[in-house]
């Protein structure tokens, strides 16, 4: 059985599903947007095929071509693709081809007459896809929408690595925050993460608690996140730019927050830096944008999911959690138990498996 796999880009996190799919199958990786081979082992047979030229509404014409010319030219039994499936399934569908289609997206709103041209032919492929696994309840339930059999859409949550086995070091001192309630948050700085919204949130919550916001990350939209925190004359944010030893800013928070919006038709698919937080027993605060809030933050249980831009919300969430040490203390054991559970990448597999196997086995 022979399988591309369209891809953007390979990832740490994604080593041992691709690893592991690369033993199981006949499998020419397709990386879209790889910029250096990242560790890439060199037993894979893989392409890579970016291009930045061309562009037209963000999408490169370049590399479409160079996709269709490869896709084209190999023989395929199935192409799965989590990327460009506006070029991939129509050449699936006219070779012959079977098609998967990988997806973690679930927000179809827009106000943009392209974007919801775009989202209905997403909904066509959907229907029409001999299989989708979704990432999430959230991508399942929209897909389920669109008019996908449940019978032909594989469903599973996206797992994280565990750095919470990794050495670690508690930074109160060396930031000398000690005594301090610390709230982290990590990540790009781009505006669908709401990190305005969570500045304004800590604004009221600085004045009640000895509490720092530690915003660990970098982006485009630093800058102006930075000179509302100057503005709102704000003593206890740190801006600490990219940071290797992530592992520990996890460590040594009292609670993680992903204060994700909707920007438009952008926001956050699924958030696996809440993974992450809940290996190490963090409560999470999160917001309705956010795709991971759906199967790993249960509200009152671990964290609290509030609505998005919703800055008194944000506060109440917080403040509930940092006035109230056992509180906190449960709800942090609890995000260790729901990751135990759920942060599973042999499920992971199975699910793609699963997915593979009755694409093949159906005529």
Request: hydrophobic share 40%.
């Amino acid at each position: 059985m022979r399988i591309a796999f369209v891809h953007p880009a390979f990832r740490d996190y994604r080593s041992n599903l691709f690893d592991e799919l690369n033993k199981k199958y006949d499998l020419q990786f397709i990386f879209t947007s790889q910029g250096k081979s990242r560790n890439i082992p060199p037993e894979w047979n893989h392409k890579m095929i970016r291009s930045d030229k061309l562009r037209v509404r963000g999408r490169s014409i370049i590399m479409h071509l160079k996709l269709v010319k490869e896709l084209l030219r190999r023989e395929h039994d199935i192409i799965l693709a989590s990327t460009s499936w506006y070029i991939c399934f129509p050449i699936a569908k006219i070779t012959g081809k079977k098609f998967i289609f990988l997806t973690e997206y679930w927000n179809f709103a827009s106000d943009s007459f392209s974007e919801r041209l775009l989202n209905m032919l997403t909904k066509f492929i959907a229907k029409h896809s001999d299989a989708v696994i979704a990432t999430g309840t959230k991508p399942f339930e929209a897909h389920l929408g669109f008019g996908a059999k449940n019978e032909k859409i594989f469903k599973c949550i996206q797992p994280a690595n565990d750095y919470s086995n990794l050495p670690t070091k508690d930074l109160r001192d060396e930031l000398g925050l000690e005594g301090k309630k610390i709230i982290l948050y990590l990540g790009r700085i781009v505006p669908r993460k709401g990190l305005d919204y969570l500045i304004e949130a800590f604004a009221l919550l600085e004045e009640e608690i000895g509490v720092t916001l530690i915003v660990v990350g970098d982006g485009p939209f630093r800058g102006e996140c930075e000179k509302l925190a100057k503005d709102l004359d704000l003593e206890n944010v740190v801006f600490t730019g990219y940071a290797v030893d992530q592992a520990s800013y996890y460590k040594t928070c009292d609670l993680f927050v992903l204060p994700a919006i909707f920007v438009g038709n952008d926001y956050e698919p699924w958030g696996l830096v809440i993974n992450e937080a809940m290996a190490f027993g963090k409560p999470i605060v999160t917001t309705d944008a956010v795709g991971a809030a759906y199967d790993l933050v249960e509200d009152g249980y671990n964290g609290y999911v509030v609505e998005n831009k919703d800055v008194r919300g944000l506060y109440e969430a917080l403040h509930k959690i940092l006035s109230n040490p056992e509180l906190a203390k449960v709800m942090g054991e609890n995000s260790r138990k729901i990751f135990e559970e759920k942060n599973d990448h042999e499920k992971m597999l199975e699910t793609f498996v699963s997915a593979i196997n009755y694409v093949h086995n159906r005529k």
